[in-house]
C-alpha cells in the first residue's frame, strides 16, 4: 500500500476523554473547533494561515464575542479535521489509501487552497493521488469503496471517476502485463486460461489468469461495482466470458450464498432484490458469456425475492437459448408459496417454449436492456448433440417431478409432449419417468394410464428396458403385449442380419485366389484347415447350413430346436450364434408366459415389490425368471 507523510514536526497532538483534543504547548490556545461531540483546543494562527474557511468563521465569531467555531457537517467527520489541523502545524501525518480521501474532502470543505498558501493541503494530496494511488490496482478499490461515505463531496472533486477509470484500465490490460499483486482464491488449471506450465519438459513462469480482477472487485457495493462493470464493457478489451465470471463470483458473494436462509428466516431482501436486478441487467448479450446453470440460480433467486416480471421473462430468454447446457438439479425451482406441487412447471414449460422457438425460427431473439433492445444471434441450426442432450434432460426432470403425489398428470404430459420424437432416439428416460409417475399415484384411473403410457414408444426401449416392462404390472397389458412384440421384431431382424453376414463372407471367402491348387486361406492338411477356420472367425459352409437348420427348426417342435442346437455346437460354430438364437426365442416365451399369467391371475391387485426402472441411473437388477411363476412381477 502506498502512503505519504507530510510534515516533520513531532506530533503533540492530545486526548483527554473521548470527546476533548489539544495541542501540549507553552502557548495557551485561543480557539475552539466543535465537530459533534468532539471539541479541539488549537491555536488561531496556523490554522487560520492555511484555511480561507475557518477565517470567515472566526471573524463571524469574533463578531459575536465568541472563541468556538461549530464545524459539524465537515465531510469525514473529526478524524479527517485532525489530519488537516496536524498539517497545518506543521507536524507528521501520513496518508494513506483508507484516510487519503476523507482528508481530501475535509480540506475541500476547509478550503485550502494554493491561494491561501503555497504547497497547501490540497495540492499536496491531489499529487499522491494521481501519482500513487491512481496507479495501485488494491488503493484504488480502497478509496473508491470509501468514497460511500463522503457522498457528495467525493463526486463532486471526480475522485469517484477517476477510481473507476484507474480500474477499469488496469482491468482491461493484458493480463500478461499485471505486475500488481491481485487476489485470486478460485483453483483453476492452467489450461483453462490458454497456458501450459510446461514446454519441451522446462518449466515456465506461471502466467496470470484472464479473470484476475474478479475477486478484487467482489469487494464493492453494488451501485459502485455496477459503474465499474460498465466502464470496463465500455472499453470493449475484455471477452464477454470473462465478464460472464466476474458478475458470477460477485452474485455468488453477495447474492446466493445464503439467500434461502434469508428468505425463510423473513430477512429484509430489499439488498439482495437491486443486486439480483443489477446482475440481470449487466448479464452480457453474447451467447456462452455465462452458464445455464448460473442463469437458473438468477431465476431461482428472482422467483424467491418476487423481483419484476420483466426481470424473470429476460432470465427465460435467456436460458431458453442455452437449455440443453442445465442440469436437472438447476431446474427444480420451487412453486411458490401457497401452490400444491413442489416445483414450478410452468416456469420450465416456459423455458422448453424459449428453447423450442430459439431453434425452430430464423432471424434474431431480442433482450430488453434498460431502455434498449439488444438483439442477439438465433442459429436456426441445431447440432444433434443439442438436440439428445436436451430430450434426456427434460426426460430426467420429468423422473424427479413425477416423485410429487400432487403433480397432475395432464401436466406431466403437456411438458413430456413438448419434446419432439426425433430428438428422442431412446425411450428409456421416458419410460423411468411413467413408472415413477405411476409408482407415485397408484389410484390413477384407467384412461389416465393409458394417456401417460401413450407418450411411449415400445420400439425405441433397449432390451434391458423391455425386460423390465414385461415384469412391470403397474403397466397396462396393452403395453406389455406392444413391448413383447416389438422385441420379437427386433430379434427376428437381428437374426436375419446375421445369416446374410454369414452368406455374405462365405461367398466372398470363395472367390478368393488359391495357392498351390488350393483355395487361399485352406490348408495342406485336415487338421490345419480347422485351425485356420476356427481362428479366422469366418464362419464355414457347414456352420450356415447348421444356423439356416437351427432357424427352420424355430418355428417346428422343440424337440428339433434342441438337436439343431447341439448339431451347430457339434461343428465348432462360436457360442454368440447360439446365444442369438436363444435371445430371439425368449420373447415368445415371455409372452406365452405373461398370457397365461395375465388369464389365470385377471382380478389379482398389481401390488409386488418392484425395483427401479432402466431409465433411473440408481441401479439396474438382473432380471430372473422361474417356470414356476406366471405372474409378471415390476423391477422398479
Known sequence: MKHMKLGSKPDVFQTEGSNIRFVATELATDIVISIGDVKFYLHKFPLLSKSSRLQRLVASSNEESSDEVDISDIPGGHSAFEICAKFCYGMIVTLNAYNVLAARCAAEYLEMFETIDKGNLIYKIDVFLTSSIFRTWKDSIIVLQSTKSLQPWSENLKVINQCIDSIALKASIDPSEVEWSYTYNRKKLQSENGVDSHWNGVRMQQMVPKDWWVEDLCELEMELYKHVILTIKAKGRIPAIVIGEALRAYAFRRLLGSLEDAVSNGTDCTKRRVVLENIVFLLPTEKGSVSCGFLLKLLRAACLLESGESYRDNLVKRIGTQLDGASVMDLLIPAASGENCLYNIDLIMAIVEQFMAHHSDNGKLSFEDDDEIVEVENFASVSITSKLAFAKLIDEYLGEIAKDPNLPVSKFIELAEMVSATSRQTHDGLYHAIDMYLKEHPSLPKSE????????????????????????????????????????????????????????????????????????????????????????????????????????????????????????????????????????????????????GKTTNVGENSGSETSESPGSANNTEEVKSTPSRNTRRSMS
Not at 457 to 470: I, N, T, Y
Not at 483 to 504: K, P
Not at 563 to 583: F, V
Request: glycine share 6%; net charge positive.
Open 449 to 596: 394410464k393409458k394417456r401417460l403410457c401413450g407418450l411411449m414408444d415400445c420400439k425405441k426401449l433397449s432390451q434391458e428396458a423391455c425386460m423390465h416392462a414385461v415384469q412391470n404390472e403397474r403397466l397396462p397389458l396393452r403395453v406389455v403385449v406392444q413391448v413383447l412384440f416389438f422385441e420379437q421384431v427386433r430379434a427376428s431382424a437381428a437374426s436375419a442380419r446375421s445369416d446374410s453376414a454369414a452368406d455374405l463372407s462365405s461367398a466372398v471367402h470363395s472367390l478368393l485366389p488359391r495357392e498351390n491348387g488350393n483355395s487361399y486361406g485352406s490348408s495342406r492338411s485336415a487338421a490345419t484347415t480347422t485351425t485356420e477356420e476356427e481362428g479366422s472367425g469366418v464362419p464355414t459352409s457347414s456352420d450356415i447350413n447348421s444356423f439356416r437348420s437351427m432357424r427352420l427348426a424355430t418355428n417346428g417342435a422343440g424337440s428339433e430346436r434342441s438337436s439343431s442346437s447341439s448339431e451347430i455346437n457339434k461343428n465348432g460354430e462360436d457360442k454368440s450364434t447360439t446365444s442369438k438364437a436363444k435371445a430371439m426365442l425368449m420373447p415368445k416365451k415371455m409372452l406365452s408366459k405373461l398370457w397365461s
